[in-house]
Structures are given as C-alpha cells and as structure tokens.
C-alpha cells in the first residue's frame, strides 16, 4: 500500500517538559524553510498551503502536527524536494546546520500590520502569559502523571522474569533481521508517535504502519519491558546497518513506544493505552508481554493497587488535557488577532517566495 501523506509529532508536551525531535526529523534535507517571527497561526496557515501545493503537484508530504492547537501544523516536508518548511517559532527547539545554506528564515512579522497589533497590546500581553502559565501547568500534572506510572510499574518490575523478557527480546531481533546486515551506515529518524493534546492523547499508529507488510503488537502492563525491547531493536539496527524509524512515547520521551524498519518492511509497536490497537490484518501478531514474562495471577494479587494507580493515572492526565485546552483556547484567539493584522497580500508573497525557493512553481 502506497501511502502519499504521512502524519507524525515532531514535538510534545510531556512529563519532562516541552520536547522535540525536529531536528531528527530534518537530518539529511538540503532545504529548511524556517518560519520566525511568532505571529500566532500563520506558520501553520503557510505551511498548509505548501503542503497542499506539493500534494496537487503528486509528491509524498509528511505533515508535522502541532501538539498545540489541534489541526494545526507544526511543518511540512517534501522528500522528493529534499525540503521542509517549519515553524521556528518558541517553544519549538530547533538547531540549525547552514543558515544562509540549508536553511532559509521568513519573518512573518513582515505580513502583519503593527498598528492594527497595537490596539490589542494588552490582550497580547496576557494571552502568552496565560498560555505559559496553562502549559506549565499541563507539564507538571504530566510529570505527576509519569511518577504514579512509576509506582505503578513497580508491582510488575518486581514479578518480571528478566530472563524471559531477553528471551522475548532475542526473539525479536532474529524475527526482524535474522542474519541479514546491510553494507551501510544506518539512518535513524526520531520522532513521537503520539501526542498529548488539548482533546488528548492522539496518534497516528494505523497511517505510519500502513506500508509495512508485517506488524507485531506489544501488549502487557507497566514495566513489562515493552520500551527495553524496542531500544535493544533500535541499537541492533544501528549496529546491522538498517534504517529505523523511532517513535517515542508521548508522555516520557525517554521511552519507546515504536520502532518501523521500512527496508524490512516491519513494524512493532507497544499496543496498550492510550495507543491501544488489536490485530486487523492477516499477518498482525501479538506479543503479551504479561503472558510471557510477569509471574501469574499479578493483576489479581495486586488488583486493588492497581485499579488506585490507575484512577490517579486518569486523574493526572485529565487535569493535563484540560490545561492543554486552556493554552489551546488562548492560541486560537491569539492567532484571531494576528490573522485580522495580516496584510493578505505580503502573505501570498511571502508564499510565493518560499515556493519558489523549494521549486514547486516548476
């Protein structure tokens, strides 16, 4: 199955903060469209329109979600142009590796009519501090969230058989290479596969696995060894020379929650909430982590426990979500205002000037 748009997070709001992998995710493109100047709304609304450009045009896009403002867009990258357009705007973290080279910065400011911002200087002003203080907010019930998961990995860590876990995960690395090695360096592409979002956790598991031919599915608890697996597989790919896309876990970036191997045509994935799927193709298999590895009658031993973890787990998360929508809902009037001080026309410029740079006008 050929799949023309691909949907990743390149950053997230996470237990351990703001995070992003963007610069991962740009490795090896010859051209970085970076859109400066923190005018609320418009990078996305670029971004859109180039990527909409580059989709009429027949080429694969890679659509860059904003973890912000649900169905905005953080950037968009055109691999057949070895180019990306992204928004270069706080909070997002991007290094740059030719300024002047490979990357080329458009000030939106220069579309805005500063006189028509002035009368809403106040509003501004208080609009960016609500959004710090709501997502700050967001980050540290997150954090809360990430400490109760660890407690609660703790009952299952203390009744893993780590010998039968390394067994599972020699298992998988014969499964995806065998004896296969590639007479190559390896290129790892780092990413999220979901995000927390002000309508909550959202991923995009079913579209980035789409063109692998064989998926296999992690299921089991907290601290079952899920994540130790798919870091053994992504270090034995590096080490054989096959390209990995590495996918991780919205709420700890130090977690793995996916590892795709295109040139193998592979894909594994931890399959539990909030990213929970079951087997829907013939040749989907399940690894149950708990079957394997955890000694017997565990969630019954410890269900009261659990089902506490739990509930605080939901508690914590819920209160995330709903800073995340308070920021959220200060963004989009924020970037109301910005849209009402935009000169139409210096935009269409601005768009014309950035297309013509990634070739799409030929």
Known sequence: MSVRERHIYAGGNTARGYRSFLNAILT????????????????SRLIEKIGEQATRLGKRVEWIHSPF????????????????VVDGGYPR??????????????????AVDKQKLASHREEIVSLLERIEASTLEAHQAFAE????????????IAH????????????????????????????????YLGAATSAGPKDFVPNLTAEVSKRYLIKGRPGSGKSTILKRLVA????????????HCGLDPNSLDMVVLPERGLAIFDSTAPHEYFP??????VIDMYERAIQPGTDERYQSQIATFQKRYKEATKRGTACLK???????????????????????????AISSQLGSDR
């Open 93 to 110: 973290q991007f290094k740059p590796e030719g300024p002047g080279l490979i990357e080329t910065y458009v000030n939106l400011q220069d």
């Open 28 to 43: 090896g493109l010859d051209r970085r469209i970076v859109l400066t100047g923190d005018a609320e709304g418009l990078a």
């Open 145 to 156: 969230a990430l400490r109760i998961h660890d407690e609660w990995e703790g009952i299952f």
């Open 326 to 352: 308070a920021a959220e809902e200060c963004r989009i009037r924020l970037s109301l205002i910005y849209q009402e001080a935009t000169d139409e026309s210096k935009l269409a410029e601005l768009e014309a």
């Open 280 to 285: 829907e193709r013939d040749a989907d298999e």
């Open 236 to 247: 034995e790919a590096q080490r054989r020379g096959f390209d990995a896309e590495v996918y």
């Open 69 to 84: 403002v649900n169905g905005a867009f953080d950037g968009v990258v055109i691999p057949e142009w070895s180019a990306a």
């Open 160 to 191: 893993l058989d780590r010998e039968k876990a390394n067994q599972v995960g020699d298992e998988v690395i014969r499964l995806f290479f065998g004896e296969d090695t590639a007479a190559k360096r390896a290129r790892v592409r780092r990413m």
